[in-house]
């Protein structure tokens, strides 16, 4: 299923799709960066490498953003089970643009 004309309208979760916050992941060499942010520009959580503890050249490894990643997803679906219904959030990676794939959650 692709988006299409009526995919801002359609409920998931309860949540209407436009109002279903969006996932930034930014990796880099030397860090990544995670954080959840709500369709007007509110960020809701962020997280990085070198918040979890990993300093200067170990920001950048696998294992670093292994363990960045587990920890903002087990934070984020304890957040979102607590304080609302929904439980489903928009990422867009650079991959499934490439591949030219949909990033909404039924894909």
């Not at 490498?49 to 200067?56: A, P």
């Not at 920001?59 to 304080?83: D, L």
């Amino acid at each position: 299923m692709f988006p299409d004309i009526n995919t801002p309208n359609m409920l998931f979760g309860g949540v209407k799709f436009s109002d279903v916050p969006i996932c930034h992941i930014k990796s880099s060499r030397n860090n990544t960066l995670l954080h959840v942010i709500k369709v007007n520009g509110e960020r809701i959580m962020i997280r990085s490498c070198g918040m979890e503890g990993f300093k200067n050249t170990r920001k950048g490894t696998n294992i670093a953003s292994q363990a960045t990643s587990i920890w903002f997803g087990y934070k984020s679906i304890r957040f979102w089970n607590s304080y609302s219904s929904c439980n489903n959030s928009r990422i867009r990676t650079r991959e499934n643009v490439l591949n030219k794939r949909s990033y909404y959650g039924w894909s």
